[in-house]
DNA sequence: TTGTAAGCGTTATCAT
DNA sequence: ATGATAACGCTTACAA
């Protein structure tokens, strides 16, 4: 066991209040009692025990992050982000691993809500209205909007605009659109954009259907496009359009020169596939760093008002789009 | 806030210890009490404050993780699979990103240890005997060995020796390898593995050198690897092989045509590059389930005595393996 | 400035 | 079987 206030207490003596205020910066203390006192914790390696701490003043000093799949590279990244901001402030953060399950969303919700003081949901499954109900802390949401909470979304259908935009200025008229699960609040996003993107450039889109977000996803999807009249795909995600790009070479498609790929995220994988994916760049880190500020902010003072911030996105392209081929 | 254990022995109408002995279902109640407290819990949605809990139990019902790097899809599942099991087993998990950071390593060690009834150490950067030294609770390794301490490892050499045998049997003769950071210990392990498969086969192998564990690292290899007499080369990891995989594309080599390739650990994404990898599989979900368990073990009784896991590993043979090109 | 004492929510000990 | 009481390690009135 490590050495309780008291030990420092005792080999500096004075009290262990005295101790407690000399430590925290906070108290009135004597210089000379301070500097004691820190001499006596140092020596004795003396770290004040969190959990105690927080019993008394109802703060963990810990956030908890509530991510569907950290295989998924874009929840990794979050994690990492808000990994690293939270330790810049001093804080520590609890992951749970929801599986894609809103079950088990809602489990960690109660699990964890007692030990953070505050909750970051990242692209949760389940109804948020439930989940915060069940939250006994602030709550930001990453990549979903809710009235109410404070949240941090990015600029999807800019991004989507921006994607189309580029592609129409190679030349393409005609482009197909891999859709993700049904249900999913980027997917919406994203439609919406690409009806933004008809209106401005006139291009004609071409709904595939839905696809499973995944490498499968676009495996299968590759087929569909081939047999459509369309020079360009935009995928649901950058998983998604690696799955396309490795269909397409297998069926000795060349990618750009006989078709045009854009992905969505940016991912590290984006820029692995060969050729290297043109795509949507989704912040992630610094969506992951404003929703440790909103959270800092809200646990400070309660009452602040929810903020809705929205990061902007842009282009990055890389090899996997080119001109169209004449037909 | 949510209600005390003191809110539910008022509304059952007994004392506070007698709740915490009904919900706990060890000490002894009479049924009708038990079935009392447990109606007025649930009627007032009480749970138990883990905090004040852990301070008079000295359990706190959490696991800490240390990783080097959340967004290498190796360290991710890891993370997934301790989460699950970590779940299943009724406790949560920190997990801390050490950015491949000793320091940081460190820094974890200690602001997590005081929080959490054990700590797992996934591929630590930093001296082992150091961390430890700054733990207050148990420690399990994953994909490290140090004395006196319980770990999990994947028989990385038995894994290589397979591949290099596999390679032999498709008629490579001279096999390359790329080495990852010097001082690496599975770097340490994959060496002995060579060594043992050159003394089994009788193939020659060409150290290309040490890169970096990235796709930088295998893209910088592959013009080494085309220059040297290899037909077949053996990467760090699948990242590496990736890199490599890409480099060779854009020189306009073919796999497995003209060169073998195979990877290292079977992340996702060696499923996903074109043509899919033939890699040596690393159980990683199991690791972390092992880890779990050991280390559930090492709470319950901190005397047990270290226990050092090896896991199997085993290849994999997807696309990226063939016979030699004639030369 | 410093010490004393109360209390955070729970469990463990000891009576009853 | 149940209840009172102390204790976990800390912070924070309040008193001195």
Redesign the interface.
């Known amino acids: ?2 050495s309780t206030i008291r030990d420092v207490a005792r080999a500096a003596g004075v009290s262990a209040s005295t101790v407690s205020r000399a430590l925290s910066e906070r108290g009135s203390v004597s210089g000379e009692t301070r500097s004691r006192v820190i001499a006596a914790a140092e020596r004795l390696d003396y ?1 004040p ?4 701490r ?2 008394i003043t109802g703060r ?1 000093g ?1 956030l908890g992050l509530i991510v569907p ?3 998924n ?1 874009f929840f ?2 979050v ?2 982000g808000l ?2 901001r939270a ?1 810049a402030t001093g804080l ?6 929801a ?1 894609e399950d809103p079950r ?1 969303e809602l ?1 960690a919700v ?3 809500t ?2 953070v003081d505050g909750l970051v949901l990242c692209s949760p499954r389940s109804d948020v209205a439930e989940l915060v109900r069940h939250a ?1 802390t602030p709550v930001v949401l990453i990549h979903r909007r809710h009235p109410g909470l404070s949240s941090v979304t990015a600029d999807v259908s800019g991004g989507t605009v921006k994607a189309v935009q580029n592609l129409r200025a190679l030349g393409h008229t005609t482009i197909a659109y891999v859709d993700g699960p049904a249900a999913s609040w980027v997917g919406g996003q994203r439609r919406e954009g690409l009806r933004e993107a008809v209106q401005a450039t006139g291009v004609e889109v071409i709904h595939l259907g839905n696809f499973a977000g995944t ?1 499968d996803g676009g495996f299968a999807a590759a087929d569909l496009m081939l047999a459509s009249p369309a020079t360009a795909v935009l995928a649901y995600n950058d ?1 998604v359009a ?2 396309l ?2 269909r397409l ?2 069926r000795g498609v060349r990618v750009p020169d006989d078709v045009s790929v854009v992905g969505y995220d940016d991912v ?2 984006a ?2 596939t ?1 050729p290297p994916l043109t795509t949507v760049h989704l912040p992630r880190q610094s969506a992951a760093r404003t929703a440790v500020d909103l959270l800092v902010a809200a646990i400070k003072d309660p009452d602040v008002a929810p903020r809705e911030d929205v990061l902007a996105t842009h282009l990055v392209v890389r090899a996997s789009t080119g001109v169209p081929a004449r037909r």
């Open positions: 066991m490590g770290r025990n969190p959990t105690a927080g019993l963990t810990n799949d950290l295989l590279p990794a990244d994690a990492k990994q690293s330790r520590s953060v609890f992951v749970a691993d599986d088990l489990e109660q699990s964890l007692r030990q006994a490498f998983i690696c799955g790009l490795n070479a297998a590290t994988i820029m692995m060969y």
